[in-house]
């Protein structure tokens, strides 16, 4: 009711939601809202309650207490194909898809659209075309899943989620399997779609530095705790560093861009 | 079931082509001169009901559980046997040729009277009613005879047991051809407890023990294990009847038998007993 | 956790102090002199030589179960590796029922050895089948769960085709205690010594083998002369078991677990509370069974009721096993070439299908020999040949179809109705529904083998979904509910009366009194299950990309799951009713499915339910023309069949990753 009084500024609205599991609090309750068309960046140390909150936003995990609101509405009130239209979730781990082929997989993405027996119109053809495109996976579409490389899987889920048309895109780890030529190709592609498309992103990412240059914002947790929230120049200050890690950093600036960049003293 | 007795008959009774699934049933058929076409199981039964011998001609159906219709429907017999405990067969069996099915045993009943009944009402369908009359009447005479003969025996109570292994056995009961004609022969059964379709759930030696007095008369086969384990096993070694010598170990008689399994039961006993001085 | 006694020991000292209560009140009862008083003696020989061997039994074969167990767990790395799991007990049972027919003298001489031959076949097998696989614990698990269902199946035909069945099938079913001697007491009870003595030798080995192959070389040990060494120990301790008192079951799985949540932490621990808790549990089931019986005897061998108790008790442990770390299950690095024309294959499948039909429908023996059927004899032989070919056929393919359906959910490609237990929990429905009532017609007999096929598997996907099971502890569960239901059969076909018989006949499958009604029941079952399916192509699809990621693509996974978990049950139910829960159609026909070429989830399942009812028309064929005229259970060759693959697919050499 009273985040009725402007329903659209927020994409989402979480206000002192937790989560609490075998009696242990892996969220505090915690208040904060996000804006559309942006790119964040979770970040913060192991067991900070990182995914635990994508999951809470991913509506994968109901919190113990609190509210979220996505565009105004609470996500219990949402149908889940519903859902799915607005937000597209890739968990941590991608099974290998057995038995399927790239554009397969990405067709799956229409799923929220046609549901489990309407038909599979021109329309959701044309939008898994065009993810495969702006995935850079059209040659690879009849190729079978499970014999792609790490990072032509990671795209082709990438892709799925693209199929899938959502507003926002919350990703688990994008590129924790990834070597780092793949990182930095996946989050530039996350990057390059949030702006082009004005799709919102956030990404659970365990690298600070990576984060730091492709993120618009960056939110830090500890211990089930939001401790710094703000740009990456704010948050790259071995200050704020501590206050995340509880260890000591420094920071120097990249010869070329001048962006901050990490590192442990 | 007198039901089936009497649908039309195509056949003379007397050139009636017999097909048993019933072992109780081929020996009585046998027993009063009808040779059946086809019966189930044959060289088990060679084995396990020895007598009467089988003529060559009888084909095997295989299985008692599973007997093959295919085979059954190609012979065409014009007459099927089964006891109660194959009526679920009945469906099938009724698609080939008329069900006769002749109770021998029943839950809780002695088999004696049933199987002389259906003896006589084989003998009735099949024409051999004098067949059937006599081999009753000699039957019960030969029980007879061999009841007077065991009549020192008959003083003490005894157990009838076959034994599984070396550490289990399995009584037989009132409901059982065997121990029915044992009562018949005078002999008091020193199992009482239940029995269901003749013989109780395998028990350990053990509880021979607790009628003491008991002689104990075990039917063959017995397994191979047991010929290893029982003269070391103790506790059987020490029962009374086996120190005192009344153990009595007798030649393979059908379980779920007829009236000739009666009169082999009976033949074995007395001649087992006489033969040896140590009984009574 | 509480600082003066450890809650566990206290606990376990209360059990034992439960067994000796128990035991105390037979000693008392038969103590000499307190009865009539006429023979002393005979009392007293049935104490020494009754009561107190097989409370020595009781303690010492548990004890050796319990190390036989621990030593398994050890070295294989696999908390479900005991004698049973493995085969082990199964395998020296079959041993020792086909010595005694075939070879009856080698028995009398020396049984021991006999169960030792069946028990290292066995594991020899089941190792010979993982190597490769590195002894990966879901492999090794499996594996022995073919060797002992294909070696249950193997005797019960025995049982069957020679005459006495109920006697047998008692003794068969589950280890007996009873004792009238001191031989098997001392028998196991010095192999025990021995292995206790072994073991304490060979602790550091021991120690590392808990550790990863790498780790374990790295320590300089050789590896697979010390591994097969205990090995063989523990299989001889087993089958000593085996050969003297019959199957337990359970034991060997239980006290380690057991040891493990009491808190033994150490092997050194271990290997003391393992025996220990070993044996107060077996002698706890025995004064249990032994206080239920009743003058007739006891009604459910000791061996079964190990499981009935153990059985529960693994179910609910299950989320708290800490499970060893391994690398989780590889799929086959080539996975088979996609068909290009995936509905031309499954019509060419459906040809096949169709000349199967006709084969099995024509060629036969008869009295004289084989022959093709024609004409009057041609109409006539399809009457009895027609039913029971479709039954065979719609049968596979139900199991076929609930492969598919459970392999997809579950996301688990060794998943299936069969061994997930779902057949064996019709099995104890069907089992249920004769005990009150015996002479239940078709309906009823489906209804209660559905409902048992059901609450398995929704105990199954419960405890799943409750400790967030991957695909290996859901296999877990599904061998913990297929000893369960197991025993609860074997417990019933104890009873030995008729229904006895007809659940005997269940087990092993039996096409043969299959009429026109049953055919068209299961047709009609056949169709109102296969069509959904074919419509929830993509729920199907969907679903083995896990929850998680089914619901952020918008689909309802808890309605999706239950509807097809309820398709799967009653498929699987129906099925086993005229094959028997062990055919292993259900696990091998998706995989033919998809080694040919169709992977998508609608032609998998189209491909799938048409190679189903190829496989069960051959089993059934075969069983009818082997022996002919004796037919032997289409299950058990459906089983063989499945044996026989499973010996492929795992011997095939896949690669792990990592």
Request: aromatic share 6%; with cysteine.
């Given at each position: 009711?009273?985040?009725?009084?402007?329903?659209?500024?927020?994409?989402?609205?979480?206000?002192?939601?937790?989560?609490?599991?075998?009696?242990?609090?892996?969220?505090?309750?915690?208040?904060?809202?996000?804006?559309?068309?942006?790119?964040?960046?979770?970040?913060?140390?192991?067991?900070?309650?990182?995914?635990?909150?994508?999951?809470?936003?991913?509506?994968?995990?109901?919190?113990?207490?609190?509210?979220?609101?996505?565009?105004?509405?609470?996500?219990?009130?949402?149908?889940?194909?519903?859902?799915?239209?607005?937000?597209?979730?890739?968990?941590?781990?991608?099974?290998?898809?057995?038995?399927?082929?790239?554009?397969?997989?990405?067709?799956?993405?229409?799923?929220?659209?046609?549901?489990?027996?309407?038909?599979?119109?021109?329309?959701?053809?044309?939008?898994?075309?065009?993810?495969?495109?702006?995935?850079?996976?059209?040659?690879?579409?009849?190729?079978?899943?499970?014999?792609?490389?790490?990072?032509?899987?990671?795209?082709?889920?990438?892709?799925?989620?693209?199929?899938?048309?959502?507003?926002?895109?919350?990703?688990?780890?994008?590129?924790?399997?990834?070597?780092?030529?793949?990182?930095?190709?996946?989050?530039?592609?996350?990057?390059?779609?949030?702006?082009?498309?004005?799709?919102?992103?956030?990404?659970?990412?365990?690298?600070?530095?990576?984060?730091?240059?492709?993120?618009?914002?960056?939110?830090?947790?500890?211990?089930?705790?939001?401790?710094?929230?703000?740009?990456?120049?704010?948050?790259?200050?071995?200050?704020?560093?501590?206050?995340?890690?509880?260890?000591?950093?420094?920071?120097?600036?990249?010869?070329?861009?001048?962006?901050?960049?990490?590192?442990?003293? | 079931?007198?039901?089936?007795?009497?649908?039309?008959?195509?056949?003379?009774?007397?050139?009636?082509?017999?097909?048993?699934?019933?072992?109780?049933?081929?020996?009585?058929?046998?027993?009063?001169?009808?040779?059946?076409?086809?019966?189930?199981?044959?060289?088990?039964?060679?084995?396990?009901?020895?007598?009467?011998?089988?003529?060559?001609?009888?084909?095997?159906?295989?299985?008692?559980?599973?007997?093959?219709?295919?085979?059954?429907?190609?012979?065409?017999?014009?007459?099927?046997?089964?006891?109660?405990?194959?009526?679920?067969?009945?469906?099938?069996?009724?698609?080939?040729?008329?069900?006769?099915?002749?109770?021998?045993?029943?839950?809780?009943?002695?088999?004696?009277?049933?199987?002389?009944?259906?003896?006589?009402?084989?003998?009735?369908?099949?024409?051999?009613?004098?067949?059937?009359?006599?081999?009753?009447?000699?039957?019960?005479?030969?029980?007879?005879?061999?009841?007077?003969?065991?009549?020192?025996?008959?003083?003490?109570?005894?157990?009838?047991?076959?034994?599984?292994?070396?550490?289990?056995?399995?009584?037989?009961?009132?409901?059982?051809?065997?121990?029915?004609?044992?009562?018949?022969?005078?002999?008091?059964?020193?199992?009482?407890?239940?029995?269901?379709?003749?013989?109780?759930?395998?028990?350990?030696?053990?509880?021979?023990?607790?009628?003491?007095?008991?002689?104990?008369?075990?039917?063959?086969?017995?397994?191979?294990?047991?010929?290893?384990?029982?003269?070391?096993?103790?506790?059987?070694?020490?029962?009374?009847?086996?120190?005192?010598?009344?153990?009595?170990?007798?030649?393979?008689?059908?379980?779920?038998?007829?009236?000739?399994?009666?009169?082999?039961?009976?033949?074995?006993?007395?001649?087992?007993?006489?033969?040896?001085?140590?009984?009574? | 956790?509480?600082?003066?006694?450890?809650?566990?020991?206290?606990?376990?000292?209360?059990?034992?102090?439960?067994?000796?209560?128990?035991?105390?009140?037979?000693?008392?009862?038969?103590?000499?002199?307190?009865?009539?008083?006429?023979?002393?003696?005979?009392?007293?020989?049935?104490?020494?030589?009754?009561?107190?061997?097989?409370?020595?039994?009781?303690?010492?074969?548990?004890?050796?179960?319990?190390?036989?167990?621990?030593?398994?767990?050890?070295?294989?790395?696999?908390?479900?590796?005991?004698?049973?799991?493995?085969?082990?007990?199964?395998?020296?049972?079959?041993?020792?029922?086909?010595?005694?027919?075939?070879?009856?003298?080698?028995?009398?001489?020396?049984?021991?050895?006999?169960?030792?031959?069946?028990?290292?076949?066995?594991?020899?097998?089941?190792?010979?089948?993982?190597?490769?696989?590195?002894?990966?614990?879901?492999?090794?698990?499996?594996?022995?769960?073919?060797?002992?269902?294909?070696?249950?199946?193997?005797?019960?035909?025995?049982?069957?085709?020679?005459?006495?069945?109920?006697?047998?099938?008692?003794?068969?079913?589950?280890?007996?205690?009873?004792?009238?001697?001191?031989?098997?007491?001392?028998?196991?009870?010095?192999?025990?010594?021995?292995?206790?003595?072994?073991?304490?030798?060979?602790?550091?080995?021991?120690?590392?083998?808990?550790?990863?192959?790498?780790?374990?070389?790295?320590?300089?040990?050789?590896?697979?002369?010390?591994?097969?060494?205990?090995?063989?120990?523990?299989?001889?301790?087993?089958?000593?078991?085996?050969?003297?008192?019959?199957?337990?079951?359970?034991?060997?799985?239980?006290?380690?677990?057991?040891?493990?949540?009491?808190?033994?932490?150490?092997?050194?621990?271990?290997?003391?509370?393992?025996?220990?808790?070993?044996?107060?549990?077996?002698?706890?089931?025995?004064?249990?069974?032994?206080?239920?019986?009743?003058?007739?005897?006891?009604?459910?061998?000791?061996?079964?009721?190990?499981?009935?108790?153990?059985?529960?008790?693994?179910?609910?442990?299950?989320?708290?096993?800490?499970?060893?770390?391994?690398?989780?299950?590889?799929?086959?690095?080539?996975?088979?070439?996609?068909?290009?024309?995936?509905?031309?294959?499954?019509?060419m499948l459906g040809m096949a299908g169709i000349g199967a039909l006709a084969i099995a429908l024509l060629l036969g023996q008869g009295p004289h020999g084989w022959s093709l059927a024609s004409g009057d004899v041609l109409a006539d032989l399809v009457a009895w040949r027609l039913p029971r070919v479709v039954v065979a056929a719609?049968?596979?393919?139900?199991?076929?179809?609930?492969?598919?359906?459970?392999?997809?959910?579950?996301?688990?490609?060794?998943?299936?109705?069969?061994?997930?237990?779902?057949?064996?929990?019709?099995?104890?429905?069907?089992?249920?529904?004769?005990?009150?009532?015996?002479?239940?017609?078709?309906?009823?007999?489906?209804?209660?083998?559905?409902?048992?096929?059901?609450?398995?598997?929704?105990?199954?996907?419960?405890?799943?979904?409750?400790?967030?099971l991957g695909p290996e502890r859901l296999l877990f569960a599904g061998i913990a509910m297929n000893a369960l239901c197991s025993a609860v059969l074997a417990a019933v076909i104890a009873l030995g009366n008729a229904q006895s018989y007809r659940l005997l006949g269940w087990l092993t499958g039996s096409t043969i009194q299959v009429?026109?009604?049953?055919?068209?029941?299961?047709?009609?079952?056949?169709?109102?299950?296969?069509?959904?399916?074919?419509?929830?192509?993509?729920?199907?699809?969907?679903?083995?990309?896990?929850?998680?990621?089914?619901?952020?693509?918008?689909?309802?996974?808890?309605?999706?799951?239950?509807?097809?978990?309820?398709?799967?049950?009653?498929?699987?139910?129906?099925?086993?009713?005229?094959?028997?829960?062990?055919?292993?159609?259900?696990?091998?026909?998706?995989?033919?499915?998809?080694?040919?070429?169709?992977?998508?989830?609608?032609?998998?399942?189209?491909?799938?339910?048409?190679?189903?009812?190829?496989?069960?028309?051959?089993?059934?064929?075969?069983?009818?023309?082997?022996?002919?005229?004796?037919?032997?259970?289409?299950?058990?060759?459906?089983?063989?069949?499945?044996?026989?693959?499973?010996?492929?697919?795992?011997?095939?050499?896949?690669?792990?990753?990592?």
């Amino acid at each position: 009711m009273d985040a009725a009084k402007n329903p659209d500024l927020h994409l989402y609205d979480v206000d002192g939601a937790s989560f609490v599991a075998g009696g242990r609090t892996i969220l505090s309750p915690l208040t904060m809202t996000l804006e559309p068309g942006r790119f964040y960046g979770l970040v913060g140390p192991n067991g900070s309650g990182k995914s635990t909150l994508l999951k809470l936003l991913a509506r994968q995990q109901d919190p113990a207490r609190g509210s979220i609101r996505f565009s105004g509405r609470l996500l219990e009130t949402y149908g889940t194909r519903d859902f799915a239209r607005s937000v597209a979730y890739m968990p941590q781990f991608t099974p290998p898809a057995e038995g399927m082929n790239v554009r397969e997989l990405v067709s799956l993405g229409r799923f929220p659209w046609h549901g489990a027996l309407g038909r599979f119109s021109a329309d959701d053809e044309d939008k898994v075309t065009r993810a495969l495109v702006q995935t850079s996976l059209t040659k690879l579409a009849e190729r079978m899943v499970d014999s792609l490389s790490g990072g032509e899987r990671q795209r082709a889920w990438l892709a799925m989620m693209l199929a899938q048309d959502a507003r926002c895109l919350l990703l688990d780890e994008p590129t924790s399997a990834l070597d780092l030529a793949h990182q930095v190709e996946i989050l530039a592609l996350v990057r390059q779609l949030s702006r082009e498309q004005d799709i919102a992103v956030v990404a659970v990412l365990h690298d600070i530095n990576m984060a730091a240059s492709f993120c618009n914002e960056l939110i830090a947790l500890r211990e089930g705790q939001i401790v710094a929230r703000g740009s990456p120049d704010l948050i790259l200050d071995p200050a704020v560093l501590d206050s995340i890690y509880g260890l000591a950093m420094g920071i120097t600036r990249h010869p070329q861009t001048g962006a901050p960049i990490s590192y442990v003293l | 079931m007198a039901a089936t007795a009497l649908l039309p008959q195509p056949v003379s009774a007397a050139q009636l082509r017999i097909a048993s699934i019933d072992w109780g049933l081929l020996e009585t058929a046998l027993a009063i001169g009808v040779v059946p076409a086809a019966a189930t199981e044959l060289r088990q039964f060679a084995r396990i009901a020895v007598e009467p011998a089988l003529p060559a001609s009888v084909v095997d159906l295989g299985l008692r559980g599973s007997p093959n219709y295919e085979l059954l429907r190609i012979l065409a017999p014009d007459l099927i046997l089964i006891s109660g405990f194959y009526e679920y067969q009945r469906p099938s069996l009724e698609r080939i040729a008329p069900v006769l099915a002749l109770p021998i045993y029943e839950a809780g009943r002695p088999p004696y009277p049933l199987a002389q009944s259906s003896l006589l009402a084989l003998g009735e369908r099949t024409g051999r009613k004098e067949d059937a009359d006599r081999y009753a009447a000699e039957t019960a005479a030969e029980l007879e005879e061999r009841r007077l003969a065991l009549h020192s025996f008959a003083s003490r109570p005894a157990f009838l047991i076959s034994l599984g292994d070396a550490r289990h056995f399995r009584a037989f009961g009132a409901d059982s051809m065997p121990g029915d004609v044992l009562a018949r022969l005078g002999i008091t059964n020193a199992w009482q407890d239940d029995t269901s379709y003749s013989a109780a759930a395998p028990v350990g030696i053990e509880a021979l023990a607790r009628v003491p007095e008991a002689s104990i008369i075990v039917l063959a086969p017995l397994p191979a294990e047991v010929s290893r384990g029982l003269p070391g096993n103790a506790l059987w070694n020490a029962l009374p009847a086996v120190r005192e010598g009344r153990v009595a170990v007798l030649e393979s008689v059908n379980h779920f038998g007829g009236l000739p399994s009666a009169r082999r039961f009976a033949r074995l006993l007395a001649d087992a007993v006489t033969r040896e001085p140590n009984h009574g | 956790m509480a600082r003066p006694i450890p809650l566990p020991i206290l606990l376990w000292s209360g059990l034992g102090l439960f067994a000796c209560a128990l035991f105390g009140r037979k000693v008392v009862a038969q103590w000499p002199g307190l009865q009539s008083g006429q023979v002393v003696d005979l009392d007293s020989v049935i104490l020494f030589y009754g009561l107190l061997p097989r409370a020595a039994v009781a303690l010492l074969a548990g004890a050796a179960l319990g190390l036989s167990g621990l030593l398994l767990q050890r070295i294989l790395r696999n908390p479900l590796a005991e004698p049973s799991t493995l085969g082990i007990s199964a395998g020296a049972q079959l041993a020792l029922a086909l010595a005694t027919l075939y070879a009856p003298s080698i028995v009398a001489r020396s049984s021991a050895a006999v169960a030792f031959a069946g028990g290292i076949a066995a594991v020899a097998l089941i190792l010979a089948l993982t190597w490769r696989r590195g002894l990966e614990p879901v492999s090794v698990v499996l594996a022995g769960m073919m060797v002992a269902l294909t070696a249950n199946a193997a005797g019960a035909a025995l049982i069957l085709a020679n005459g006495d069945y109920l006697f047998s099938l008692f003794i068969w079913g589950g280890g007996s205690l009873v004792q009238q001697g001191w031989d098997p007491a001392i028998a196991i009870g010095w192999r025990l010594a021995l292995g206790l003595g072994a073991a304490a030798l060979l602790m550091r080995p021991l120690a590392i083998l808990g550790l990863d192959d790498v780790a374990a070389r790295g320590l300089g040990l050789s590896l697979n002369a010390s591994r097969l060494l205990l090995i063989a120990l523990a299989v001889w301790l087993a089958t000593t078991v085996v050969s003297e008192v019959g199957i337990i079951g359970f034991v060997g799985l239980a006290a380690p677990v057991l040891a493990t949540l009491s808190g033994a932490r150490s092997l050194k621990q271990k290997l003391v509370a393992a025996p220990l808790i070993g044996a107060v549990l077996l002698w706890l089931t025995d004064g249990l069974v032994q206080l239920a019986a009743g003058a007739g005897g006891e009604r459910v061998p000791t061996g079964a009721a190990t499981a009935l108790l153990g059985g529960p008790l693994l179910l609910w442990l299950l989320p708290h096993l800490r499970l060893f770390e391994w690398p989780s299950l590889e799929r086959p690095a080539h996975t088979a070439r996609r068909a290009a024309r995936p509905w031309l294959r499954i019509a060419m499948l459906g040809m096949a299908g169709i000349g199967a039909l006709a084969i099995a429908l024509l060629l036969g023996q008869g009295p004289h020999g084989w022959s093709l059927a024609s004409g009057d004899v041609l109409a006539d032989l399809v009457a009895w040949r027609l039913p029971r070919v479709v039954v065979a056929a719609a049968s596979g393919s139900m199991l076929a179809a609930a492969g598919v359906v459970i392999q997809r959910v579950t996301a688990n490609p060794l998943a299936s109705p069969e061994v997930l237990g779902i057949g064996a929990g019709a099995g104890a429905g069907l089992a249920a529904v004769l005990l009150f009532a015996g002479s239940a017609g078709l309906g009823w007999q489906l209804a209660g083998s559905t409902a048992g096929a059901l609450v398995a598997l929704v105990v199954i996907l419960v405890i799943a979904a409750r400790g967030n099971l991957g695909p290996e502890r859901l296999l877990f569960a599904g061998i913990a509910m297929n000893a369960l239901c197991s025993a609860v059969l074997a417990a019933v076909i104890a009873l030995g009366n008729a229904q006895s018989y007809r659940l005997l006949g269940w087990l092993t499958g039996s096409t043969i009194q299959v009429t026109g009604l049953e055919a068209s029941v299961v047709v009609i079952g056949l169709v109102l299950i296969t069509v959904p399916l074919l419509l929830a192509g993509r729920w199907l699809a969907i679903l083995p990309l896990g929850a998680g990621r089914a619901l952020a693509i918008g689909l309802s996974v808890r309605l999706a799951r239950n509807t097809l978990i309820l398709i799967a049950a009653f498929a699987s139910a129906l099925a086993a009713q005229f094959v028997g829960p062990l055919s292993f159609v259900g696990l091998i026909a998706p995989h033919l499915a998809r080694m040919i070429g169709l992977d998508r989830s609608r032609q998998q399942l189209a491909g799938a339910v048409i190679l189903g009812a190829l496989l069960m028309m051959l089993s059934d064929w075969l069983s009818r023309m082997i022996f002919f005229p004796y037919q032997l259970p289409v299950g058990l060759f459906a089983s063989l069949l499945g044996g026989v693959y499973l010996t492929l697919l795992l011997g095939r050499g896949v690669q792990r990753r990592g």
